[in-house]
């Protein structure tokens, strides 16, 4: 098996039992952006987002934080890395960047540069559109739709049952329809 199709899991456990750097080094690789990412949704400053991601990693990699296996590890992380940033806010002020100072998430060539643009704007009024929610509610939609994480995983994440995070996201998903059907209309 190639170590790039392995689980999570297994390249964690690997790395806690023979200390292959390698198997932390695919994890990072793996999370890094997402999690970087869901970590500018809390402090909205992309160094210190960056250094938080760098943190949960460290815990990760110390092994202070054990692996139960009652999540996925992704789950894991994005929870570590969330007390990470709610003990960052307690202890800073949260600082507002402008949308247009997001870090840009491909890095790549831009194949089409049409494609992009519509792209572009489309995640800005996405992204415009979550503004409007509530803190909770922009957090749970980010988990799933951006994260890709289940419902159970983004319960487990945010500590909250089932049936809080269903009804969550229900309000949440009808603001945002309201808020992307017109953009003009909302604040």
């Known amino acids: 098996m190639n170590l790039t199709e392995e689980t999570d899991e297994s390249l964690y456990s690997r790395f806690l039992t023979a200390g292959d750097e390698e198997d932390l080094r695919i994890l990072l690789l793996r999370h890094r952006e997402a999690l970087t990412f869901f970590l500018y949704s809390y402090v909205r400053n992309a160094e210190d987002a960056e250094e938080l991601m760098l943190d949960s990693f460290a815990e990760v990699a110390a092994g202070r934080t054990m692996f139960a296996g009652r999540s996925s590890f992704k789950t894991w992380l994005f929870a570590i890395a969330r ?41 800005q009024s996405l992204y415009r ?5 509530n803190p909770e509610e922009r957090e749970l ?14 319960a487990r994440v945010l500590g909250k ?9 229900e309000r949440g998903r009808e603001k ?11 604040r």
Do not use: W
């Open 83 to 123: 007390n990470k940033a709610r003990m960052f806010l307690r202890k800073h002020r949260p600082v507002t960047v402008p949308l247009d100072e997001l870090p840009e998430q491909a890095a790549g060539p831009k194949a089409d540069p049409l494609g992009e643009l519509i792209a572009d704007e489309r995640k």
């Open 176 to 186: 945002m329809k309201k808020r992307m059907a017109d953009p003009e209309g909302a």
């Open 129 to 133: 559109a979550m503004r409007e929610l």
């Open 161 to 169: 049952s089932r049936k809080q995070i269903y009804r969550l996201a």
């Open 141 to 154: 939609l980010h988990l799933v739709y951006l994260d890709e994480m289940s419902y159970e995983e983004a």
